[in-house]
């Protein structure tokens, strides 16, 4: 049904966009989260891997080569991450704000919700195109 929804509304299939990415190994960070639909807004508990500037997330929590990934979100097109208690009113609550939408979260405590915003917040600011030196402009040279 998804994949249908995807199809129809012209949108590609981001449960593939790993990029090569082993989630399976080694993770900057993993652990459960409640997370809400993004077409059907029930929450449900999955299983979340922070790898090389992609948050994965599962349905179960043994995550190996031939795990079929949830979704996808590259860190990179995320513009925030913070707390959302008071958006959600519910405790542990955070989201993550992305250019075309805004998707939410809930941890088990508050040093796991932290956790998450600090290690997604890093992951962020790691991935996000950063200015080089050619694209600084001098404005003082004579050119």
Not at 1 to 30: C, I, K, Y
Not at 84 to 113: C, G, H, P, W
Request: charged share 30%; proline share 1%; aromatic share 12%.
């Amino acid at each position: 049904m998804d994949s249908l929804w995807r199809a129809v509304s012209g949108q590609t299939n981001q449960l593939d966009d790993h990029d090569g990415v082993e989630f399976w190994s080694n993770p900057e960070r993993t652990g459960w989260l409640t997370k809400q639909g993004q077409y059907i807004k029930t929450w449900r508990r999955r299983w979340f891997v922070l790898k090389q500037g992609k948050l994965f997330w599962f349905k179960e929590s043994t995550v190996t080569r031939s795990s079929r990934t949830r979704g996808v979100i590259p860190v990179a097109s995320c513009l925030t991450v913070k707390g959302a208690e008071d958006v959600l009113n519910k405790q542990y609550a955070f989201e993550l704000s992305l250019r075309t939408e805004t998707m939410y979260f809930i941890a088990d405590s508050e040093k796991e919700k932290e956790d998450w915003i600090n290690s997604i917040g890093r992951s962020i600011v790691q991935h996000s195109r950063s200015v080089t030196d050619s694209e600084i402009v001098d404005y003082d040279s004579k050119r």
